[in-house]
């Protein structure tokens, strides 16, 4: 189902993924946590660049389709907005399920967006971060310190939401023939 003129949304797991590596590094403290979090953007910038030079924009969406696409992206913001704010007011040790209910949260929201745009790429990579979701939150409720659960599913999702993009845009075979396999 994809235009001639390209991948829709190319970009979306490399974003994703940059987000999901600064949410992990938040878990490290100050110190360690900064250099992690650097090392993060700089393979988001990197892949980015590397993305943007080869797809562009991606493939242009019809008006309808566009219309859809922005409700969800609005949809999953605000109740990521809701999760992020409401869940540390709900009392003490409810603020260290943020990250993993967040994740819960866009694993859907690409569960969803697979459908609308027929990339079944995304209900894996969706899936994976619900499940990774559910093993922070699990995590979070049995451990004293927020570095588990947010370095699990941050950094987890991360990686796995790089590799999701990189493989569904082909640099992955691009890669094998420049190795020669």
């Given amino acids: 189902m994809r235009t001639a003129s390209g991948i829709p949304l190319p970009q979306l797991e490399i974003l994703l993924g940059g987000a999901g590596w600064v949410a992990g590094s938040l878990g490290f403290g100050a110190g360690g946590g900064t250099l992690v979090m650097a090392a993060g953007l700089l393979v988001t910038g990197w892949l980015f660049i590397t993305v943007r030079r080869r797809q562009g924009l991606g493939a242009r969406l ?14 999953v913001g605000v109740v990521l907005v809701v999760v992020g704010v409401g869940l540390p007011l709900i009392g003490q040790g409810w603020g260290e399920l943020t990250v993993p209910v967040g994740a819960v949260v866009v694993g859907a929201g690409l569960c969803a967006l697979s459908s609308l745009l027929g990339e079944r790429s995304f209900v894996a990579v969706g899936g994976l ?4 979701g559910a ?15 947010l370095g699990v599913v941050g ?12 493989r569904r845009l082909g640099l ?3 890669l094998r023939e420049r190795v020669g396999r």
Avoid: F, K, Q, S
């Fill in 155 to 166: 950094i987890g999702g991360a990686v796995a939401l790089w590799v999701a993009g990189v």
């Fill in 62 to 75: 019809d008006r309808g389709l566009r219309a859809r696409v922005l409700r969800l992206v609005v949809v």
């Fill in 129 to 132: 971060l619900v499940v990774l």
């Fill in 135 to 149: 093993v922070g939150a699990l995590l979070a409720l049995n451990t004293g310190g927020a570095a588990m659960p």
């Fill in 172 to 174: 992955v075979a691009e």
